[in-house]
């Protein structure tokens, strides 16, 4: 129950329209001819716009410069009001704050009732882990609820399989749960990758925690590995002290902990290898180099948001924004309902969109190679699992 922060300036783009402007019909005569022009089909016109802007940043910098500007300006419309109904519309403004207040207020009670049942879901949290790491068995009600909500779930044609209990008995608690859960939450699946997987079968809890002040904090719980000396990893999810625009929480910042990678396991970074020429000698040597790579590790070294509105791009924003909604995903989804992202049943429940494959058009892929007579190195690369992270581009947005 927040909204995301969002720069001014970028904000700007998307209400250029003048306020309180009446709007009036325009009078078009029934008589008006279309235009003698062929038919251009909208999915053209938004290629050619997308073309258009991808190849002009500047044009697009020099539009949002002009909308930005326009936003918030006065049309003119209040100001032409007679003197009392202008009072009124102040006084009417007077009231919205007293409205502001009371969301406020609501906002920081719908808080406090999630801290109190917060409360009361922790010790399943833990039961959960204890089960899931081998600790403990689940009682045989707990059994017993769960077998009778698969049998409503479970469709008629559906043959009953059969459990045998003495099957996997030397297996402990339930193998990579976490990651398994994980995988089936699509917005966290996108960002694990092979590598990955093979750290991430070492999770073994992950829990969240409220602030004193407005914010969360998401906490990782690793067993021992061969890929960092981190027991735990937390990232921390911080609001604003002050409430935006219909009282929700606004997202400041994220702040993540740094992971002690064993060496040669960062799995944030790879190592290139470029076999040079000399164009002179003939003579060939080998350059290695640590370059970032995609990695799900990269959630905890969070986007920093821009410190001077000049400097705000859409890029930072939209990363802001994924980085801030990955942190709702795993507080609000994942961890509440964990057994269900295990499973898979909680995907039902998802706005998977359903893409129509005839909605799309392959496109060839476009080999751009550079040539320069000046050039005196031939490279070839590899990719290796070393080296040290390097400093990620500094990469904002809601608590509910």
């Known amino acids: 129950m927040s909204e995301p922060i969002r720069n001014k300036k970028m904000d700007s783009i998307s209400a250029p329209t003048p306020q309180n402007t009446p709007a009036n019909a325009a009078p078009i005569s029934s008589r008006a001819q279309q235009p003698g022009v062929g038919t251009i089909k909208e999915e053209d016109l938004e290629r050619t716009a997308a073309n258009l802007f991808a190849s002009n940043p500047a044009l697009v910098a020099m539009m949002q410069n002009k909308l930005g500007s326009l936003v918030g300006r006065s049309s003119g419309y209040i100001e032409s009001l007679p003197g009392s109904v202008r009072r009124r519309v102040a006084g009417l403004k007077g009231v919205q704050k007293e409205h502001s207040k009371l969301e406020a207020e609501f906002q920081e009670e719908?808080?406090?009732?999630?801290?109190?049942?917060?409360?009361?879901?922790?010790?399943?949290y833990q039961t959960r882990a204890k089960i899931v790491n081998g600790a403990t068995e689940p009682s045989d009600e707990q059994v017993k609820v769960g077998e009778q909500l698969d049998e409503e779930d479970k469709d008629e044609d559906e043959p009953e399989a059969e459990l045998n209990q003495d099957e996997g008995k030397d297996v402990k608690g339930i193998p990579e749960f976490w990651l398994s859960a994980m995988k089936n939450q699509i917005s966290l699946a996108e960002m694990i990758t092979d590598r990955d997987e093979a750290a991430l079968k070492h999770l073994t809890d992950i829990r969240m925690e409220y602030l004193d002040r407005p914010g969360f904090k998401l906490i990782f719980e690793f067993e021992d590995n061969e890929f960092f000396s981190n027991k735990t990893i937390t990232k921390t999810y911080f609001y604003q002290e002050e409430n935006g625009y219909g009282g929700d929480f606004i997202y400041d910042h994220a702040e993540g902990e740094q992971i002690d990678w064993k060496a040669g396991k960062d799995l944030t970074v790879r190592i290139e290898s470029k076999k040079q020429r000399n164009k002179n000698t003939k003579q060939t040597r080998v350059v290695k180099k640590?370059?970032?790579?995609?990695?799900?590790?990269?959630?905890?070294?969070?986007?920093?948001?821009?410190q001077d509105e000049d400097d705000a791009t859409s890029d930072i924003e939209e990363r802001l924004e994924l980085d801030y909604q990955l942190g709702e995903d795993i507080k609000e989804k994942l961890i509440p309902r964990a057994i269900d992202w295990f499973t898979g049943e909680a995907l039902q429940y998802e706005n998977i969109e359903d893409f129509d494959e005839g909605e799309f058009e392959d496109e060839d892929d476009e080999d751009e190679d550079e040539?320069?007579?000046?050039?005196?190195?031939?490279?070839?690369?590899?990719?290796?699992?070393?080296?040290?992270k390097p400093k990620q581009e500094a990469a904002e947005c809601k608590q509910s």
């Open 371 to 388: 040539l320069s007579d000046d050039r005196d190195e031939d490279e070839e690369s590899d990719d290796e699992n070393d080296g040290t």
């Open 290 to 306: 640590t370059v970032p790579t995609e990695s799900f590790f990269n959630f905890f070294d969070p986007p920093k948001p821009p």
């Open 110 to 124: 719908v808080l406090q009732l999630e801290k109190k049942y917060f409360a009361k879901f922790t010790p399943l």
